[in-house]
């Protein structure tokens, strides 16, 4: 069975994800901050295994790649990320939050890539999603404002798109996913698509990638996003 490695994977897409690759019997490896997510982890159909992994700590991440040093993974699936400050414009930017969000939103998938690269060359899938968003695209930004979280994802596209090219003689397929408008606690109760109807479309997605889809961006959809 191929296996997957997902952040963030204790609540909302994240959960959401795991659900889809174990009912597709992969080996799911759920990547969680909070210990009182692996029961509910633990009570899916199939070959999950909640892993402790704190995006934002550095000694956290290293810690499970030399945990799990020698298994082959297929896909590294980044869907961990930090919404931010909500609605702040201009002259009332909160830099300290921004941090934050930049340190989880851009610097964890890349620290991510890094640390399991030894595992995804070991792999016969040789891929590496990061579910962004459509406020990440500059190409579509007609509408400003949220400028901490657009400014993370417009980062973690660049990011991966150099990950894509620097990987392609490799022939690693390296993707950018917006999820869409989710209902979760970071999209809020009038969001139009639910997590389970989320997932399905990424991994639908990820299925249909080939190396010469590297460093594009698509909707959960499959429509491809403008940079």
Same mark, same amino acid.
């Given at each position: ?27 799911? $490896? *759920?990547?969680? &901050?909070?210990?009182? /997510?692996?029961?509910?982890?633990? @009570? ?7 892993? !402790? ?53 851009? $610097? *964890?998938?890349? &620290?991510?890539?890094? /640390?399991?690269?030894?595992?995804? @060359? ?7 999603? !990061? ?9 579509s930004n007609d509408s400003g404002g949220n400028l901490i979280y657009r400014s993370s994802k417009a980062a ?56 010469a889809m590297t460093g594009r961006f698509f909707n959960y959809d499959g429509a491809e996003i403008p940079w």
């Amino acid at each position: 069975m191929p296996t997957v490695l997902i952040t963030g994977a204790g609540r909302g897409i994240g959960l959401a994800l795991v659900h889809a690759y174990a009912e597709d019997d992969w080996t799911v $490896l *759920a990547g969680i &901050r909070d210990p009182a /997510a692996a029961q509910r982890l633990m @009570r899916i159909d199939g070959d999950v295994t909640p892993v !402790t992994l704190d995006v934002a700590d550095p000694a956290s991440v290293m810690i499970l790649a030399e945990r799990l040093a020698g298994l082959p993974l297929d896909l590294l699936l980044n869907n961990a990320g930090l919404l931010g400050s909500r609605g702040t414009t201009i002259g009332e930017t909160d830099f300290a939050a921004w941090q934050d969000v930049l340190t989880v939103n851009t $610097l *964890a998938p890349v &620290r991510l890539v890094e /640390a399991f690269l030894p595992h995804l @060359r070991d792999g016969e899938g040789k891929i590496i999603a !990061t579910v962004s968003s459509r406020l990440g695209s500059i190409g579509s930004n007609d509408s400003g404002g949220n400028l901490i979280y657009r400014s993370s994802k417009a980062a973690v596209n660049a990011a991966m798109r150099s990950i894509a090219r620097d990987l392609a003689d490799e022939a690693f397929t390296v993707t950018l996913l917006h999820p869409g408008w989710v209902r979760t606690d970071m999209g809020g109760p009038q969001a139009s698509v639910e997590p389970a109807d989320s997932a399905r479309g990424i991994k639908s997605v990820i299925d249909g990638l080939t190396p010469a889809m590297t460093g594009r961006f698509f909707n959960y959809d499959g429509a491809e996003i403008p940079w």
